[in-house]
């Protein structure tokens, strides 16, 4: 089955940018629906964007719009989060997600990697 393991998070500075990525194995990302979540302790997992299956199209969450980019390379089995202009609030724990059914529109996706920590703070 898929297995995502997530690298990239860190500290940067308020304005910063950051890269993660998340590296599939098991089967191919080309086959599910992808895309990332965050978690601030004490709150839910919130939605941060997504690649849908059905049609390719990305979805991001009204504060990830101009801010955040979701990217895939196939040839290396990997999605990308690409955050820039980061804010103090987007510190949380960021898990990338797949589900061979389209989860874009609000359903739980199935796999989930560990998620990285990222540190907005100056």
């Known amino acids: 089955h898929l297995q995502l393991v997530e690298s990239g998070g860190g500290l940067v500075q308020p304005g910063g940018s950051l890269r993660l990525s998340c590296a599939g194995s098991?089967?191919?990302?080309?086959?599910?629906?992808i895309g990332w979540f965050r978690q601030v302790p004490g709150k839910g997992r919130e939605r941060v964007s997504c690649?849908?299956?059905?049609?390719?199209?990305?979805y991001y969450s009204d504060f990830a719009k101009g801010r955040f980019t979701i990217s895939k390379d196939s040839s290396k089995n990997t999605m990308y989060l690409q955050m820039s202009s980061l804010e103090p609030e987007d510190t949380a724990v960021y898990y990338c997600?797949?589900?061979?059914?389209?989860?874009?529109?609000?359903?739980?996706?199935?796999?989930w990697g560990q998620g990285t920590q990222v540190t907005v703070s100056s």
């Open positions: 997600a797949a589900d061979y059914l389209d989860y874009c529109s609000g359903d739980v996706p199935r796999y």
């Open positions: 098991g089967s191919t990302l080309d086959d599910y629906a």
């Open positions: 690649i849908s299956i059905s049609d390719g199209r990305t």
